[in-house]
C-alpha cells in the first residue's frame, strides 16, 4: 500500500501542484489528502470528468506544466470527447497526468455497474493511444513510474494514465470535511418523502447511497421495490430518466431523488425539464454539501442556490426546506405546482456505518419497475 502524502509528495517533486476531478471512492483517501493540503484553486473538484479534463488544460495552457485529473474509471467515458478532441496529440496536444480509480478490475469482486467499465477501461485507453501504467505497491517503483511518466509527457505532449486499483492507498481520514448541522440526515429525510408518496407515484434515485437507503427502507417497510428506478451508475443522470418517464406517464408522479454531486454533474438536464415542463416530475436534491458515498469530498453546492438555479431553467415551483414539517408542506405545495417543481433538503452529512447494498439486480429491478408502470 501505498502513503497518501509520500505519493503526494512524490507527484510535487515532479512539479505536479495542479489537480482537477471528480472523487472515487478508491482513490477516497488519496482526494482526502488533496483536500487538506492543496489549496482549492489547486484542486478543482469539478462538476465532471470531462470539465476536469478542461480544467487542466487551461491550467497547461496558463503555465506550461502539466496538471493531474483523478477519477474514477466509470468517468472516462465524460472525458472522451475532450480527450480525443482537446488534449489529443493531433489537435491542441496537452500533456496531463490522469489518475483513474480502477472500479471492477476483472477478478476483483465489485458492484453490477462497475463490471463492464471494469473490463474495458484498459482496451478503453489503448482505443484512445493513452499509454498507461498500474500505480505500484511501493513508493520506489512508483517514482519510476511517475518519471515513465513525465518524461512522456515532457517529449510527446499527451495525457499518460495511472491505473489504481482497489486497496492502493493507505487509509487517510479527510480532516477539513466541512460540518453541515441540519435538522436531519438524507436517511430520516428519504424516510419523510417515501411516507408522503402514493402508491401510484414512482421514484428514480440516484447513484451511492441514497439509492442503497431507499433501497432498505423500502424492505424494512416491506413494500417491495418495484416503484423505485435505482439508478446505481450513471451519475447525474436520474433526472433525465425521470423526465422521461414523466413525459411518458403524465397521470402519476414522478419524484427523483438526487444528490447535490450528481446534481451539478449534469445540471444541464434541468434545461430540458424547465423546457418541456412536466407538472408531474418532482425534484428532490439531498443536499449535504458533499460526494459523501465516496468519502464526504466536498462539493461546490455551499456557493448554490439550488432553487433558484432550477427556477431559472423554466421549473415552476421551488423551495428549500430542512425540518419534517417544512417538508410535508412543500410537498404539499408541490402537489397544486403547474409545472416541474424542485425540493432542495439541506441534510447533515453522514450515513450508517453498516448500509447494505440494493439485494435485486439491474437488470431485475427495471423489469419490476415497467412492470409496475404498466398498472394504472
Ligand atoms: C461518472 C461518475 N463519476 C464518479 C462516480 C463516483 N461516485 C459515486 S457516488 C458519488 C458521489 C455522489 O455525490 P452526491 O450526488 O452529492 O451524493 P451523496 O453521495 O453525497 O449522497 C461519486 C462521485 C460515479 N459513480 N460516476
Redesign the pocket.
Given at each position: 500500500m501505498l502513503s497518501c502524502t509520500a505519493f503526494l509528495d512524490l507527484l510535487r517533486e515532479y512539479d505536479i501542484d495542479f489537480f482537477a476531478g471528480?472523487?472515487?471512492?478508491l482513490l477516497g483517501s488519496f482526494i482526502g489528502c488533496l483536500t487538506d493540503h492543496i489549496p482549492e484553486e489547486n484542486n478543482i473538484i469539478a462538476c465532471?470528468?470531462g470539465n476536469a479534463i478542461a480544467c487542466a488544460t487551461g491550467y497547461y495552457l496558463g503555465t506550461g506544466k502539466p496538471g493531474a485529473v483523478y477519477?474514477?474509471n466509470?468517468?472516462l467515458?465524460?472525458c472522451i470527447n475532450p480527450l480525443t478532441s482537446l488534449a489529443d496529440k493531433e489537435v491542441y496536444s496537452i500533456p496531463m497526468l490522469l489518475i483513474i480509480?480502477w472500479?471492477g478490475e476483472p477478478g476483483v469482486k465489485d458492484e453490477p455497474?462497475h463490471s463492464k467499465q471494469g473490463r474495458v477501461t484498459c482496451g478503453m485507453l489503448d482505443n484512445l493511444e493513452i499509454p498507461y501504467s498500474i500505480l505500484p505497491d511501493s513508493i520506489e517503483e512508483t517514482r519510476q513510474i511517475l518519471k515513465t511518466a513525465v518524461q512522456y509527457m515532457a517529449k510527446d505532449n499527451c495525457p499518460y494514465a495511472l491505473l489504481v486499483r482497489k486497496g492502493a492507498f493507505e487509509a487517510y481520514a479527510l480532516q477539513s470535511k466541512k460540518a453541515t448541522y441540519y435538522p436531519l440526515k438524507?436517511e430520516e429525510a428519504i424516510k419523510i418523502i417515501v411516507s408522503y408518496v402514493k402508491e401510484t407515484d414512482v421514484i428514480v434515485s440516484?447513484?451511492?447511497?441514497?439509492s442503497r437507503e431507499l433501497f432498505e427502507l423500502r424492505e424494512r417497510l416491506e413494500q417491495g421495490h418495484a416503484h423505485d428506478f435505482l439508478t446505481v451508475?450513471?451519475?447525474?443522470h436520474a433526472s433525465a430518466i425521470a423526465l422521461g418517464i414523466a413525459l411518458q406517464q403524465p397521470r402519476r408522479n414522478v419524484y427523483c431523488f438526487?444528490?447535490?454531486?450528481?446534481?451539478?454533474?449534469h445540471m444541464g438536464s434541468l434545461t430540458s425539464i424547465g423546457k418541456l415542463h412536466p407538472t408531474n416530475f418532482r425534484h428532490i436534491v439531498?443536499?449535504?454539501?458533499?460526494?459523501?458515498?465516496?468519502g464526504?469530498?466536498p462539493?461546490v453546492?455551499d456557493v448554490l442556490d439550488i432553487p433558484a438555479i432550477a427556477k431559472a431553467s423554466g421549473y415552476e415551483t421551488c423551495f428549500s426546506a430542512t425540518t419534517e414539517a417544512e417538508i410535508k408542506e412543500r410537498l404539499d405545495a408541490m402537489q397544486n405546482a403547474v409545472g416541474p417543481s424542485l425540493l432542495e433538503i439541506p441534510v447533515t452529512?453522514g450515513?450508517r456505518g453498516d448500509l447494505g447494498r440494493p439485494g435485486n439486480t439491474p437488470e431485475g429491478n427495471k423489469i419490476e419497475f415497467m412492470n409496475s408502470l404498466k398498472q394504472m
Open positions: 471528480v472523487p472515487d471512492s465532471n470528468e477519477m474514477q466509470s468517468g467515458g465524460n480509480g472500479r455497474q438524507r440516484t447513484t451511492g447511497k441514497t451508475g450513471s451519475m447525474g438526487d444528490g447535490d454531486g450528481a446534481f451539478i454533474m439531498f443536499n449535504n454539501f458533499a460526494h459523501e458515498s465516496v464526504g469530498q462539493t453546492a452529512i450515513s
